[in-house]
Nanobody, 121 residues
Framework: QVQLVESGGGSVQAGGSLRLSCTLS?????VGWFRQAPGKEREGVAS????????YYGDDVKGRFTAYYRDAEKSLYLQMNNLKPEDTAMYYC?????????????????WGQGTQVTVSS
């Protein structure tokens, strides 16, 4: 069983930055960030294969967001720079036990409660 707790969301103006954190308990091989805006489907933002350090990004965030995992802290981070109003969403941390289909939300077994990110223009 894996438990995930997110933190770091908030409100920021366009062009600003935020860093999200997700602390894990239990064993996982892949961890990722997903987001869901009102009326839209959940989409993959970034994910990391733990130990291998392969990182995957959604097309909308490449070059602006950086995801990284720190094993000593058992935490996944998402550094978000140059934020845009379209980044506004609930952001969820998720984990699973295999490094396949890294940005497909339906493959993830464990989910955090989410943290809200709001970007104003």
């Amino acid at each position: 069983q894996v438990q995930l707790v997110e933190s770091g969301g908030g409100s920021v103006q366009a062009g600003g930055s935020l860093r999200l954190s997700c602390t894990l308990s239990g064993r996982a091989y892949a961890v990722g960030w997903f987001r869901q805006a009102p009326g839209k489907e959940r989409e993959g933002v970034a994910s990391v294969c733990i130990g291998v350090e392969d990182t995957y990004y959604g097309d909308d965030v490449k070059g602006r967001f950086t995801a990284y995992y720190r094993d000593a802290e058992k935490s996944l981070y998402l550094q978000m720079n140059n934020l845009k109003p379209e980044d506004t969403a609930m952001y969820y941390c998720a984990a699973k036990t295999a490094c396949i289909s890294m940005l497909r939300s339906s493959d993830y077994n464990y989910w955090g409660q989410g943290t809200q990110v709001t970007v104003s223009s």
